[in-house]
């Protein structure tokens, strides 16, 4: 088991890794005095599978379930209210705590229901989904969509405790634990070298989902994530690092209705995207996309595939909440190397996103 600290001023808190933890729950966190409930925001799936063991390692509080929707359905104005309503139906009051089981959508959910309810009640995440336990669940973003696009209703609200239980990744169905190694990817890429070349020398004990690899691994996004919201909780600088690749995933996200590509599978796509802009811009040496590319396949993710409109992709981009006058992008200059890219033109981005075409590779790389 390993803990890693979040050093946000006045509220700092543990992220716990480990095996076999939700039955010991109440020892991992922190006291909650005055609590006497724990309302437990989760689908279906999740609550049948997981949620017996957590109430049990919550004891003594009382476990109340929330149901909500299943993906990025869960993330919705609608659903938010109807759970604020039945937490205030339940008399839940300012000292209860929040729980948010499951994926990262849940966690957002949940985390700005705990945001926004009475001005703000304790929260704690117990991520089930690799992406929820190496990103979504640190860090204190919180939000819902909107049909114009994604998280674009939130709140920064960070949680007393985080209990990332890698048991519960060997249950994840293969697409969405590979969505997951999308954001290990990203770590990997941006911001982790050592990390990139074990995963590119034998990404074999990862795949295979043994515990104590996906315990290491887990362990070093967290702390990399922890010391990058420590400088900069709210991302006005340093922390946009972390978006590496999400600007074109969450535009195709949206365009796709949430319902093509996983998170992970459209932040693969955009991290491509970014190499070959960054090659486009001549701030990356040629052969950072291939690389992109050449891991990304190891871990069983495709970066090919066809595009929506371009139009409608630079369009989804000004919807972006990075946007400042002009698109802001994450981009390499090479594998360890973040920047931030200002005022790129449009034609470059349009010039950049026809050559991810298929049929078009043939003259870019």
Same mark, same amino acid.
């Given at each position: 088991?390993?803990?890693?600290?979040?050093?946000?001023?006045?509220?700092?808190?543990?992220?716990?890794?480990?095996?076999?933890?939700?039955?010991?729950?109440?020892?991992? &966190?922190?006291?909650?005095?005055?609590?006497?409930?724990?309302?437990?925001?989760?689908?279906?799936?999740?609550?049948?599978?997981?949620?017996?063991?957590?109430? @049990?390692?919550?004891?003594?509080?009382?476990?109340? %379930?929330?149901?909500?929707?299943?993906?990025?359905?869960?993330?919705? &104005?609608?659903?938010?209210?109807?759970?604020?309503?039945?937490?205030?139906?339940?008399?839940? %009051?300012?000292?209860?705590?929040?729980?948010?089981?499951?994926?990262?959508?849940?966690?957002?959910?949940?985390?700005?229901?705990?945001?926004?309810?009475?001005?703000?009640?304790?929260?704690?995440?117990?991520?089930?989904?690799?992406?929820?336990?190496?990103?979504?669940?640190?860090?204190?973003?919180?939000?819902?969509?909107?049909?114009?696009?994604?998280?674009?209703?939130?709140?920064?609200?960070?949680?007393?405790?985080?209990?990332?239980?890698?048991?519960?990744?060997?249950?994840?169905?293969?697409r969405e634990f590979r969505s997951g190694?999308?954001?290990?990817?990203?770590?990997?890429?941006?911001?982790?070298?050592?990390?990139?070349?074990?995963?590119e020398s034998d990404p074999s004990p990862?795949?295979?989902? @043994?515990?104590?690899?996906?315990?290491?691994?887990?362990?070093?996004?967290?702390?990399?994530?922890?010391?990058?919201?420590?400088?900069?909780?709210?991302?006005?600088?340093?922390?946009?690092? &972390?978006?590496?690749?999400?600007t074109l995933g969450h535009a195709l996200?949206?365009? @796709?209705?949430?319902?093509?590509?996983?998170?992970?599978?459209?932040?693969?796509?955009?991290?491509?995207?970014?190499?070959?802009?960054?090659?486009?811009?001549?701030?990356?040496?040629?052969?950072?996309?291939?690389?992109?590319?050449?891991?990304?396949?190891?871990?069983?993710?495709?970066?090919?595939?066809?595009?929506?409109?371009?139009?409608?992709?630079?369009?989804?981009?000004?919807?972006?909440?990075?946007?400042?006058?002009?698109?802001?992008?994450?981009?390499?200059?090479?594998?360890?190397?973040?920047?931030?890219?200002?005022?790129?033109?449009?034609?470059?981005?349009?010039?950049?996103?026809?050559?991810?075409?298929?049929?078009?590779?043939?003259?870019?790389?």
């Amino acid at each position: 088991m390993e803990r890693v600290s979040v050093e946000i001023p006045g509220r700092a808190y543990d992220v716990v890794i480990g095996s076999g933890l939700l039955t010991r729950a109440s020892e991992l &966190l922190p006291r909650l005095p005055g609590a006497e409930r724990a309302f437990v925001v989760a689908d279906a799936p999740v609550a049948e599978r997981f949620l017996p063991p957590l109430a @049990e390692g919550l004891a003594p509080l009382q476990v109340v %379930h929330l149901r909500a929707p299943e993906g990025e359905e869960a993330k919705s &104005l609608a659903v938010m209210t109807a759970l604020q309503r039945q937490l205030a139906t339940q008399e839940a %009051h300012r000292d209860d705590a929040i729980v948010a089981l499951g994926g990262g959508a849940v966690g957002d959910l949940a985390g700005f229901v705990a945001a926004t309810y009475m001005r703000g009640v304790s929260f704690v995440q117990v991520p089930t989904t690799l992406t929820a336990q190496v990103d979504a669940a640190i860090g204190g973003k919180t939000a819902v969509n909107l049909p114009e696009g994604k998280n674009l209703v939130g709140a920064f609200h960070q949680p007393v405790g985080v209990i990332a239980d890698v048991a519960t990744l060997t249950t994840l169905p293969d697409r969405e634990f590979r969505s997951g190694l999308a954001e290990v990817a990203k770590y990997a890429l941006s911001l982790d070298v050592e990390l990139l070349e074990s995963l590119e020398s034998d990404p074999s004990p990862v795949i295979d989902r @043994e515990e104590a690899s996906l315990e290491a691994v887990v362990a070093r996004c967290v702390r990399t994530k922890a010391e990058i919201v420590a400088q900069d909780e709210r991302d006005g600088g340093r922390r946009l690092v &972390l978006n590496y690749g999400h600007t074109l995933g969450h535009a195709l996200e949206r365009l @796709e209705a949430f319902g093509g590509r996983s998170h992970g599978e459209a932040v693969a796509v955009g991290m491509v995207f970014a190499a070959r802009l960054a090659e486009m811009l001549g701030r990356a040496s040629a052969g950072l996309s291939a690389r992109h590319a050449r891991l990304l396949a190891s871990l069983g993710l495709e970066t090919d595939g066809m595009l929506p409109n371009t139009d409608e992709i630079l369009a989804a981009f000004r919807m972006d909440k990075k946007y400042r006058g002009s698109v802001r992008f994450v981009l390499l200059e090479a594998v360890g190397r973040p920047f931030v890219e200002e005022g790129v033109e449009e034609e470059v981005l349009r010039a950049c996103l026809e050559r991810m075409r298929p049929g078009a590779r043939a003259t870019g790389d």
